[in-house]
């Protein structure tokens, strides 16, 4: 079996140019330039950048999540095997799964080698809200409600992996 199921499958549309995995367009871009746009926008909007960013990738999560489970029946322990191996091959780092609880609905993942704070550089704070909102956006579909995510542990921070610590946030009922 190739080592990269993702890559074998993805299919190159030259009169569109679009990269398409099970008709999903992805694309590839150089970490850098992510990393440039973040460092602007953190510039410009402060912490709210952070969460922007944690939004988008949390639409992303969510969307794959719900498209893969469906697609290919999984169950929430298989379709969170499938995202860390997905996340490791389109290049966003080595995801490993360190706790899963559905009973407190809480979720933990290490990334090794994560592009992003590669590409970012040292920083005192946690820099891979990409990471964290698409991890947040999955752990969504599994635990059926709205998740919070933080990353406790950064590269760009000078630990040896990223962490990042999901949770669901509390139902407010009026
Ligand atoms: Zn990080």
Known sequence: ?????????LVHDQSTG????KGVRYLLIRPETIAGFQKALTESCGKEACENLFAGGYAG???SAKK????HNFS???????MM??????GWGNFSLVRYDPGVKHLCVAVKDSPFAQAYGQSSRSVCHLIRGVLAGMASVLFG?????EEVQCR?????????????REAHSA
């Not at 679009?18 to 995995?21: E, N, P, T, V």
């Not at 191996?85 to 389109?90: R, S, T, Y």
Request: net charge negative; with cysteine.
């Open 61 to 63: 999560g969510s969307l």
């Open 1 to 9: 079996m190739s080592e990269n199921p993702i890559l074998d499958e």
């Open 68 to 71: 893969y489970k469906e697609l």
């Open 145 to 149: 409600g709205d998740c919070s995510a």
């Open 18 to 21: 679009s990269l398409l995995y």
């Open 156 to 168: 760009a921070r000078g630990h040896e992996n990223c962490r990042f610590e999901i949770n669901a």
């Open 85 to 90: 191996k997905m996340g490791n091959q389109i």
């Open 76 to 82: 929430d322990h298989e379709i969170i095997d499938f």
